[in-house]
């Protein structure tokens, strides 16, 4: 039993260490840590991280080469040194949102869908096409397409409307689903 009692004296002067440390240093910690991350809660995990490594290395806080504050900011910076570092050396981390979560589309899908879209453009008129190139591809507003294609405004809006119309229409056929009519 009497062996039990240094463990425990040795714990409490730990705690006691760490909770005088934080005390007397750990506001500038995290002011300095925050600076540093731009991140109240990264900033937090790092002044917790050097408390913990000042707790395993107490020697190092009283080798007498400069301050206990000194030598806890150098390890919140070198914390932070290494952090940057570790993000640099593995690929950028991509939060996940319910959407990504899905399947992805099989690239045979995607073939085939571009297959049928080529297909009915190429049903389409001459005038049609050019118009949906104008507007779609070119990013023309209706002005703009007009002017491109030497036809009034109103011509644009309603060969924008029947190409679109008969796509719809050649597409629906040529992935077997028909069109309700409305």
């Known amino acids: 039993m009497a062996g039990l009692r240094p463990v425990r004296q040795r714990e409490v002067a730990d705690e006691a260490l760490v909770r005088t440390l934080y005390e007397e240093h750990g506001r500038a910690m995290l002011a300095y840590a925050t600076q540093l991350t731009r991140d109240r809660a990264a900033a937090e995990d790092i002044v917790q991280e050097a408390l913990v490594r000042a707790w395993r290395h107490p020697d190092s806080l009283v080798n007498g080469k400069g301050s206990v ?9 070198n914390l ?28 045979a ?3 085939v869908n571009s297959m049928v879209v080529v297909d009915a453009l190429n049903r389409l008129s001459q005038e049609h096409r050019e118009v949906l190139e104008q507007v779609y591809l070119l990013g023309s ?31 629906g056929r040529s992935t077997g689903v028909e069109r309700s009519a409305s």
């Open 69 to 77: 504050r000194g030598w806890l900011l150098t390890v919140v910076r």
């Open 80 to 107: 932070f040194t290494d952090s940057v570092r570790a993000r640099k050396a593995r690929p950028p981390e991509v939060p996940e949102s319910p959407t990504d979560v899905a399947v992805e589309r099989d690239h």
């Open 109 to 111: 899908d995607q073939v």
């Open 141 to 171: 507003t209706v002005a703009e397409a007009a002017k491109a294609l030497g036809i009034p405004p109103g011509t644009v809006k309603s060969r924008s409307y029947y190409a679109l119309r008969a796509l719809r229409d050649s597409a």
